[in-house]
């Protein structure tokens, strides 16, 4: 109980703030992570000289401020996620492209919608709800403490959209695939070992790593199209996404080439602005 009351206290203090001093917070917490913790330094200073061979030490150092800077906002934005209102979710948050989507839609056809950890996705699932008339399902890892797991359950639904947990992703696209629904995936997760064998291994920043199976696995059972959502950051605390299909009949597709196709369109996002990414997870922690 003690921890779901500091966090709770947390929640409803942030919520509390007025976005510039929110930002204060952040950039307070963004030196305490770089300077005073020293915040998983070496992993994301590792994983930015191997997807960047070559990268001189001025640019690897304007690069990781960047990325604390980005990981800060994600961070308190996050939280302040558990109290934001309808209004500025929208004000904050706006699809570029929502014709992408509208066929499936008009056909009441479900789809899948596949992001990464960049920039902002927590407020993704948010908005999706908001501006789509899809039945959304996001899928998350559940909280080991109840209080909290319940609490966040009840936040991230409040407009609409149904939390599924990862451990419960099959049942969740046989109870919704046939009811219009809008599945979110973030498909850049970390593998952990004993998974790594039924993984696809794919060259992707200079590397080859493993890419989890769960997103080509349930969309060539359910033979569900594919969009990718491309979140970014227009300014601190508003961004955009833009759609793009990767595949609208993914049956057709040779075994693996679903998930290279996400893996290329995620590798040209991140090279273009790479301190959107989460860095601090040791993704490339696995060989072959």
Do not use: C
């Not at 963004?30 to 998983?40: D, L, N, Q, S």
């Not at 590792?46 to 070559?54: C, D, T």
């Not at 990268?55 to 690069?63: D, G, M």
């Amino acid at each position: 109980m003690g921890g779901a009351f500091l966090f709770l206290s947390a929640v409803l203090l942030i919520g509390l703030l007025p976005v510039p001093v929110l930002y204060l917070f952040s950039d307070l917490l963004r030196f305490t992570a770089f300077w005073v913790i020293g915040y998983r330094r070496d992993v994301v200073r590792k994983n930015l000289e191997r997807s960047f061979p070559g990268i001189s030490n001025n640019e690897l150092k304007v690069l990781m401020h960047l990325f604390y800077k980005n990981l800060a906002d994600i961070l308190m934005e996050g939280i302040w996620a558990f109290t934001i209102s309808r209004k500025q979710v929208l004000n904050r948050f706006q699809i570029l492209n929502p014709g992408v989507i509208e066929p499936y839609s008009v056909a009441g056809q479900s789809i899948i919608g596949v992001t990464a950890h960049y920039a902002n996705w927590e407020w993704g699932s948010l908005l999706a709800s908001l501006q789509t008339d899809f039945n959304v399902v996001a899928f998350y890892k559940p909280i080991n403490n109840k209080y909290i797991d319940k609490f966040v359950r009840r936040s991230r639904s409040r407009f609409g959209t149904t939390l599924a947990a990862i451990k419960e992703t099959t049942l969740a696209f046989d109870k919704f695939k046939d009811n219009k629904s809008l599945f979110l995936m973030a498909a850049d997760q970390g593998m952990p070992q004993k998974f790594s064998e039924r993984a696809y291994w794919i060259k992707f920043l200079h590397q080859e790593i493993p890419f989890l199976h769960g997103m080509e696995k349930h969309a060539r059972q359910n033979n569900l199209p594919v969009i990718y959502i491309d979140i970014q950051r227009v300014s601190r605390g508003h961004y955009t996404v833009e759609l793009s299909e990767l595949t609208s009949n993914p049956i057709e597709l040779d075994e693996g080439a679903l998930t290279e196709m996400y893996a290329r369109k995620l590798e040209t996002i991140i090279s273009s602005k790479p301190e959107n990414w989460l860095w601090s997870h040791n993704r490339f922690k696995l060989s072959r």
